[in-house]
Every structure is written in structure tokens, then in C-alpha cells.
């Protein structure tokens, strides 16, 4: 069986790492080094004891097709069906090594293919698009029980508030919720509360989100498995698929976070694309006794 939940490959020890506005990926490719348990991802993403990072993409070995095929992994070492700056810094890693070039390639992850373009590079730095696919905007979307929403579609919050939600499916699950302070003691408190809502067959990433002018939103991030990270391409997508589902034009929408702005352009038919930069950080490679410590 190959695929999303899958048995788990083993990685190489060789790494490198990149960010999307702050939110970093190590990328590993497959390798007979050390298998990728969830104590091996847990302690390489860790920032003090690790190399760190928001999660590992793994390169895998079959690229049958030309197609490149990668499984995705959380800090708290569950996989994941799929991170727009995670693939994103993945096409910088296939740049960089001479992999691909301007063209589109394809990457496989989750079961689902996208479509990638590297625009432009310089000085270790990316403009890098990928094509995320039709989203998908209501409680089937993102696994919820429906039942849980009362009849405007809202959800009781922690503290027995309603809660002004759009659940969006950006082939991961997304609860973007609007209207409240914009603080991040109110992300702590709705992010810990919706990602793992007992509504939610498969938890969900959470954003804090407002509308800021007629093509930009602002948004806070609560990523499942993760806690709050600067930025993230698919929670930025699913900002961009909401605003529109609520009366925002199609078409570009900038999406401001801690770390930076990344662009979602978002069809009436919601095909979404989105777009950013990426930044080199390191390369580097696991120590041999660090990799023995962790089962390899």
C-alpha cells in the first residue's frame, strides 16, 4: 500500500530546510537512514533538540511518470494530507537541485495531483505558484457533523458563544471563523477548541479571519498538529475561498498574516491558486548518533 496513511518510508539523513513567510518545512527525501515514526518527526521538528521546523515533507522514491510523489508529517508527528507553503518549499527544493525548472511539473500528495510552477529565483529566494484545485465550502467539506451547527450556521464556542464560521475543504480541512478580536489570546483559545471538535471526524486548521479592504483579508493561524505558525498557503486559501463564498469578488485576494502575504486567486467555480515567496535556509545532515537515538 503506498499513499496518505500508508506504511511509513524511511528518510535519508541529508536535509534541507525553507520557509514560506516564517512557516518551515525540512524536506527529506526517502532513504534507509532512520524511519520516519512518529517519535523520529516529532523530535527532528523539534526547535531546541532538532533541526525544527513545522513539519517534514518527505520526497519519495517512485517518480514514475515524471510525477513527484511526497507524504507530509506534523510536529507532533501525525501525517497530514497536504500544506501549500510545505509544497511550495518542496518546488524549491526540486529548483534548487536541478529537478525541474520553469515548467509545471506535478506533485502527488494525499492521493491528489497539483500543478506547480517556479516563476522566478534569486538569491535564494522563490516565487512559486502551485495549483491547489477546486475547494470546497459546508460542513461535508472538512468531515463535520452537521448537527452541530445551529439553523445559521453557526457553532457553539468555548465559552457558549456563537461562532461565525465557513468550514472549507482545500483538500485538507479548514474552519475559518470571522468576527472575532483579532488577538492572540482569542486564536489560542478558538484554535484549541475547533481543531479538535469532537464534530470533526479528522480535526481541522483554524484561522481568525476579517475582511481589510476589497481584495485583502487578515488572518490568524491555528494549524492542526501544529499550534500558531506566521503564515500558511492552505490556510490562506481557505481565507480567500471563504470571503468570496461571502460576497468578495473572484479573483486575486492578498491575504495578510504575522509573517508576511501570500495571494489565493480564487475562480467563481473556486479553483484556487496560490502564490508566494520561499526562502532558503540550510542544508544539512542528521548527526549519526541523533539518527541512531531515534531508531535508525
Same mark, same amino acid.
Given at each position: 500500500m503506498t499513499g496518505l496513511w500508508a506504511e511509513r518510508p524511511s528518510l535519508a539523513a541529508s536535509f534541507y530546510k525553507a520557509h514560506g513567510l516564517g512557516n518551515d518545512y525540512l524536506v527529506f527525501e526517502e532513504g534507509g537512514d532512520l524511519p520516519a515514526s512518529p517519535e523520529a518527526v516529532s523530535a527532528t521538528c523539534e526547535r531546541l533538540r532538532g533541526p525544527g521546523g513545522d513539519g517534514i515533507v518527505v520526497l519519495l522514491a517512485d517518480r514514475s511518470g515524471g510525477v513527484f510523489r511526497l507524504r507530509m508529517f506534523n510536529p507532533d508527528g501525525g501525517e497530514f494530507e497536504r500544506s501549500g507553503n510545505g509544497l511550495r518549499v518542496l518546488g524549491s527544493y526540486l529548483h534548487r537541485e536541478?529537478? +525541474?525548472?520553469?515548467?509545471?511539473? %506535478?506533485?502527488?500528495?494525499?492521493?491528489?495531483? =497539483?500543478?506547480? %510552477? +517556479?516563476h522566478a529565483h534569486s538569491a535564494g529566494t522563490y516565487d512559486i505558484s502551485v495549483d491547489m484545485g477546486a475547494a470546497e465550502v459546508g460542513p461535508a467539506a472538512v468531515a463535520m457533523d452537521a448537527s452541530a451547527l445551529d439553523g445559521d450556521g453557526r457553532l457553539e464556542g468555548p465559552d457558549g458563544e456563537a461562532l461565525d464560521l465557513v468550514p472549507v475543504g482545500v483538500g485538507n480541512p479548514h474552519m475559518v471563523v470571522w468576527g472575532e478580536p483579532m488577538t492572540d489570546e482569542r486564536l489560542a483559545e478558538v484554535g484549541r477548541f475547533l481543531t479538535a471538535h469532537p464534530s470533526l471526524a479528522n480535526g481541522s486548521n483554524v484561522q481568525l479571519a476579517e475582511v481589510s479592504g476589497s481584495d485583502r483579508c487578515r488572518a490568524l493561524i491555528w494549524e492542526r498538529g501544529v499550534g500558531p505558525t506566521t503564515a500558511s498557503g492552505t490556510s490562506s486559501c481557505a481565507v480567500a475561498v471563504a470571503? =468570496?463564498?461571502?460576497?468578495? !469578488?473572484?479573483?486575486? +485576494?492578498?491575504?495578510?498574516?504575522?509573517?508576511?502575504?501570500?495571494? !489565493? %486567486? +480564487?475562480?467563481?467555480e473556486r479553483q484556487v491558486v496560490l502564490r508566494g515567496p520561499v526562502e532558503e535556509v540550510m542544508t544539512g545532515v542528521l548527526a549519526a548518533d541523533f539518527v541512531r537515538r531515534l531508531g535508525g
Open positions: 536541478g529537478h +525541474v525548472g520553469d515548467e509545471p511539473f %506535478t506533485i502527488e500528495v494525499g492521493g491528489d495531483r =497539483v500543478a506547480m %510552477t +517556479v470571503a =468570496v463564498s461571502r460576497g468578495m !469578488a473572484p479573483g486575486p +485576494v492578498h491575504i495578510d498574516m504575522v509573517g508576511g502575504t501570500l495571494t !489565493a %486567486t +480564487v475562480s467563481a
